[in-house]
């Protein structure tokens, strides 16, 4: 089993900047991806980012040049920085791991919402 605990959401204004954090535990050498998935409302939950164990990354095309995935190894987190924030940008943002095919651990979710 996976463990994953998010932080960073918040409130703020369009164009503005946050950093979310995952820390994972248990048995992260399961892990080959982790990622960040995000759920607006009356909306499907869609992947916004994702980094392999390799480091390769794949974005969005409607956060492409606006956010970035990390990872630390070391510390068993990754982050999720993201800039030039839009109000539609507003959703849950859920920090997601994967073993293989398919998103298998789920966090809790951090609430972001960007208004003025």
């Known amino acids: 089993q996976v463990q994953l605990v998010e932080s960073g959401g918040g409130l703020v204004q369009p164009g503005g900047s946050l950093r979310l954090s995952c820390a994972a535990s248990g048995s992260i050498f399961s892990i080959y991806a982790m990622g960040w998935h995000r759920q607006a409302p009356g909306k499907q939950r869609e992947l916004v980012a994702a980094?392999?164990?390799?480091?390769?990354?794949n974005y969005a095309d409607s956060v492409k040049g606006r956010f970035t995935i990390s990872r630390d190894n070391a510390k068993n987190t990754v982050y999720l920085q993201m800039n030039s924030l839009k109000p539609e940008d507003t959703a849950v943002y859920y920090c997601?791991?994967?073993?293989?095919?398919?998103?298998?651990?789920w966090g809790q979710g951090t609430q972001v919402t960007v208004s003025s």
């Open positions: 997601t791991a994967a073993e293989g095919v398919g998103w298998d651990y």
């Open positions: 980094i392999t164990s390799g480091g390769t990354t």
